[in-house]
C-alpha cells in the first residue's frame, strides 16, 4: 500500500440511500420536484415531474453525489435543485473527515467498469447490489493529498471535456456537412425529372410481415433465414451486411423473404433508418420494404433520397406514445426522378463525398476514443499515487492537440 494511503470499504466512509420507488399515476407533466429517474441520469430524456411530500433523504439537491447502480452505471454531482430521485439511484453521504466528495465521485467513475463486470448481475437488466457496493475497497491518502489529486484531474478533465466537445463538434459539423449535400442534390428539379411516388418505382413495396404471437417465441428462430430488426438497419451503414437473429421454417411461414437489394426503411422506434439488404432476409411490420425497379430507378438513389428526407420523416413521427410513421406517410409523398443516367452520377458523386466524410468521421472518432482513454488512463494513475501535475500537463497537451 502507498505511504500514508489506508485501506477502506466503501462502507467505512460513507452511506447509501435508495431514493424511492413510485407509481406511473405519481408522474406528472409538470408538478414542485423533477423525478430523477436512471433514464434521465446520462440523457435529456423526458422529464416527469412530482408533488409527492417525502423524508428528506428520499430527495437530492444541488452538489449532492449520486450514482445509479441499475442499467447505466456511474456516478453524478447534481445540479439540478431539489429533486425526487429513484430508487435504482443512491444518494452518497460521505463522511467528510475522512474523505472528500470530489475524490469519492473520480472513484466512483475510475471503479464502475470494473464492478459492473465483478458485480453486475440481471440478464434483461444489469444492476449491481447495494451489499455488492457497500464491500468495495478503495485506498484512500489524507486529505491533502485527496485535494491534490482531485485539483489536478479537475484541469485536465476541463481541458479534455473542451477538446470532446470540440470534436464532437466538428464531427456533428461533418455529418450536417453530408446531409445538407443531399438535400441540395435532392432538392433541385429539372424538366426531364418526373415526380413519382415510392410506389410508382418499386416492383414490390410494403410492411414486412410477423404474424406470430408472441413476436418473441424461440420456436420461430435458429434456422437459415435472415431476420432484420430496426436497430440492424440503423446500425447499417448504406448497406445491410449483418443480423442478430434469423428464423427457421416456422418463422419463414408467418414472414416474407425479401431479395437482395431490397430497400429498408424503419417506420417505429429508429424512425426513418435505411439501409439496402446485402442478403435475402425477413423483417417485421415496423420496416418497409422497396424493391425498386430498375428500369425506372437504381436501388442507391433511392436509397439516397429516403436520407435526404430523414430529418422530415423523423419529425411526422413525433408525438405519439412510440414515435412512427406509416404506408400512408408515403402514399402521396412525390420524389424527384431524373433519368437513370443522371441518377447513376448523382450517385457516384454522392458516394465519392460520402468516402471523403468517412474518413473524415473515423478521425474524430478515433480521437473521441484517445480522449476517452485518457481520462482512464489519468484515473488508474490517480489511484495508485502515481499522477503527477507536470506528466499530466504533457499528456493532455499531445491528446488534445
Not at 447490489?129 to 468495495?136: A, G, H, V
Not at 413525433?318 to 402521396?332: C, H, M, P, R
Amino acid at each position: 500500500m502507498k505511504q500514508g494511503w489506508a485501506k477502506k470499504k466503501l462502507r467505512d466512509v460513507s452511506s447509501l440511500i435508495n431514493g424511492r420507488a413510485y407509481k406511473k399515476s405519481e408522474l406528472l407533466g409538470s408538478g414542485l420536484y423533477p423525478v430523477l429517474r436512471v433514464g434521465n441520469f446520462f440523457t435529456n430524456r423526458a422529464w416527469y415531474y412530482s408533488d409527492l411530500e417525502l423524508p428528506d433523504e428520499k430527495y437530492c439537491d444541488t452538489g449532492d453525489l449520486l450514482y445509479a447502480w441499475s442499467a447505466s452505471f456511474g456516478p453524478r454531482i447534481w445540479e439540478g435543485g431539489k429533486a425526487i430521485y429513484h430508487y435504482h439511484i443512491w444518494k452518497i453521504n460521505h463522511d467528510e473527515s475522512q474523505v472528500d466528495k470530489a475524490f469519492l465521485f473520480y472513484w466512483f467513475e475510475w471503479d464502475k467498469e470494473r464492478i459492473k463486470k465483478e458485480q453486475g448481475a440481471g440478464t434483461t437488466m444489469v444492476h449491481i447490489t447495494k451489499t455488492s457496493m457497500e464491500q468495495r475497497s478503495l485506498e484512500v491518502p489524507p486529505i491533502a493529498e485527496q485535494k491534490r489529486i482531485v485539483a489536478i484531474l479537475d484541469e485536465a478533465f476541463a481541458g479534455i471535456d473542451a477538446a470532446i466537445a470540440n470534436t464532437e463538434k466538428n464531427l456533428a459539423n461533418a455529418r450536417e456537412l453530408f446531409e445538407s449535400y443531399l438535400n441540395s442534390v435532392f432538392g433541385k428539379r429539372r424538366d426531364d425529372w418526373r415526380e413519382l411516388t415510392l410506389k410508382e418505382v418499386c416492383k414490390d413495396y410494403g410492411r414486412g410481415k410477423s404474424k406470430h404471437r408472441p413476436r418473441n417465441d424461440p420456436e420461430l428462430y435458429g434456422g437459415g433465414y435472415p431476420f432484420i430488426q430496426t436497430g440492424d438497419v440503423r446500425r447499417s451503414d448504406h448497406f445491410i451486411t449483418g443480423y442478430s437473429k434469423t428464423y427457421n421454417e416456422k418463422g419463414l411461414a408467418q414472414s416474407k423473404l425479401w431479395p437482395r437489394g431490397t430497400i429498408c426503411i424503419t417506420i417505429a422506434a429508429n424512425i426513418a433508418e435505411t439501409g439496402v439488404l446485402d442478403f435475402d432476409a425477413c423483417f417485421p411490420d415496423s420496416v418497409i420494404g422497396l424493391v425498386v425497379d430498375q428500369t425506372v430507378a437504381s436501388n442507391s438513389y433511392v436509397e439516397f433520397l429516403l436520407q435526404s428526407v430523414k430529418s422530415v420523416l423523423k419529425a411526422k413521427g413525433k408525438g405519439s406514445a412510440q414515435d412512427n410513421i406509416n404506408l400512408g406517410t408515403f402514399e402521396k409523398e412525390r420524389f424527384p426522378f431524373p433519368p437513370l443516367v443522371v441518377q447513376q452520377q448523382i450517385v457516384e458523386d454522392v458516394q465519392e463525398l460520402r468516402v471523403l466524410l468517412r474518413n473524415i468521421e473515423s478521425i474524430y472518432e478515433r480521437k473521441l476514443l484517445v480522449l476517452s482513454e485518457l481520462k482512464q488512463s489519468l484515473l488508474q494513475k490517480a489511484f495508485s499515487g502515481e499522477l503527477t501535475a507536470d506528466l499530466t500537463e504533457k499528456e493532455v497537451d499531445e491528446a488534445v492537440a
